[in-house]
């Protein structure tokens, strides 16, 4: 009886032996037939982990991408998604993808401004580069968005696969702030990156750094007076129900880049890499369009649940960008080749 049991376990042991074999030559590059058909309990794990809200626009991509990479890798890739900061905070997943302890998450470029300040430069910074959507797609659709994926797989181990976005933000707040007087000493949540609280400092405001997920909190209890941000994740963290007042004042315009972990990609075949890249680019080429479409109902669904918006006149908005443009020329101070890529943006 003993001796039945212990060839039967061999038998197990020796079949999962032969399953990593089959993925480990995938990884490789090794030609087998069984490539792109290993069992799916054995296959590459892609943990997609981000920060974004559940039924976001950009959660619904990583969704429908991870999808595509179980498909059409028939299971070699073996891709889980977790939204909502399930496996970290926005700077843990962050740092994670750089060690390759989580395959993809998604952020700003701006993320990039102490390893790669040139970078930053696309994601935002510093403050009002963008002019309209038509602005951003001339930079990340084209050669510079190419020019900055390789200098983040350089310089941070990630490469930038494709670009979602999340729309221009907005200044939310407990009560309303249609003026840079009335945002004197405001404490407003920014990410725990200098470029954005040299903006806000710039702008009167008290800006105070806090990780992603604790916004909602800092509202109620009073840590914060008010946060920016884009309609929906507004609306998917329920940030209203604690700050009534929306500001349109678009001066951030914040790319998602969907972040890979160089390693982790490099080890693929090259059939799978490129797989990776090409149902990235259409997953969130779609992204873009439905998130475009949707932001006016979005708008809407903001005001029906009690949120009251405010606009800046003409004059009021000259200010604020005036207010801020000195940290334009600070920003890049960084670096020459980060003075040249805000040139570059700016020219489009």
Not at 108 to 122: F, K, N, S, V
Not at 162 to 182: D, I, N, W
Not at 213 to 240: C, H, K, M
Not at 329 to 345: P, V
Request: glycine fraction near 8%; charge should be negative; proline fraction near 5%.
């Amino acid at each position: 009886m003993a001796e039945h049991s212990s060839k039967k376990r061999t038998s197990s042991h020796t079949r999962r032996m032969v399953l990593k074999a089959t993925v480990a030559g995938a990884v490789a590059g090794i030609a087998t037939p069984a490539i792109f058909r290993p069992a799916r309990a054995e296959g590459v794990t892609c943990r997609i982990a981000t920060s974004e809200a559940v039924g976001s626009p950009i959660s619904e991509a990583f969704e429908a991408w991870a999808a595509m990479l179980r498909e059409q890798s028939d299971g070699a890739i073996d891709a889980q998604h977790f939204p909502a900061s399930q496996l970290g905070s926005y700077s843990q997943l962050i740092e994670g993808n750089r060690l390759g302890t989580i395959e993809v998450t998604t952020g700003g470029p701006d993320t990039e401004e102490a390893l790669a300040p040139e970078i930053a430069a696309t994601g935002g910074a510093p403050g009002f580069i963008y002019r309209d959507e038509a602005h951003v797609d001339a930079v990340l659709q084209g050669p510079i968005g190419e020019q900055v994926s390789g200098i983040a797989r350089e310089k941070t181990g990630v490469e930038f696969v494709a670009y979602g976005e999340v729309g221009f933000r907005h200044l939310l707040t407990k009560e309303p702030v249609t003026s840079l007087a009335e945002l004197d000493g405001v404490k407003i949540r920014v990410p725990e990156l200098r470029v954005w609280i040299d903006f806000w400092q710039l702008l009167g405001a008290n800006p105070t750094p806090l990780p992603y997920a604790e916004q909602y909190n800092a509202l109620s209890t009073g840590v914060i007076e008010g946060l920016e941000a884009d309609f929906f994740s507004i609306l998917g963290f329920n940030w209203y129900e604690q700050a009534p007042h929306l500001t349109l004042t678009n001066h951030w315009f914040l790319p998602k880049a969907v972040r890979v972990n160089a390693t982790w990609l490099d080890a693929l075949t090259p059939e799978l890499q490129d797989m990776v890249r090409s149902t990235a680019k259409a997953a969130f080429a779609e992204q873009r369009s439905t998130s475009r479409a949707g932001m006016a109902s979005a708008l809407d669904d903001l005001v029906a649940k009690g949120v009251t918006v405010h606009e800046l006149s003409d004059d009021e908005k000259d200010q604020w960008v005036e207010a801020s443009a000195p940290l334009f020329d600070q920003f890049g101070q960084a670096s020459t080749e980060t003075a040249e890529m805000i040139a570059a943006i700016r020219a489009l």
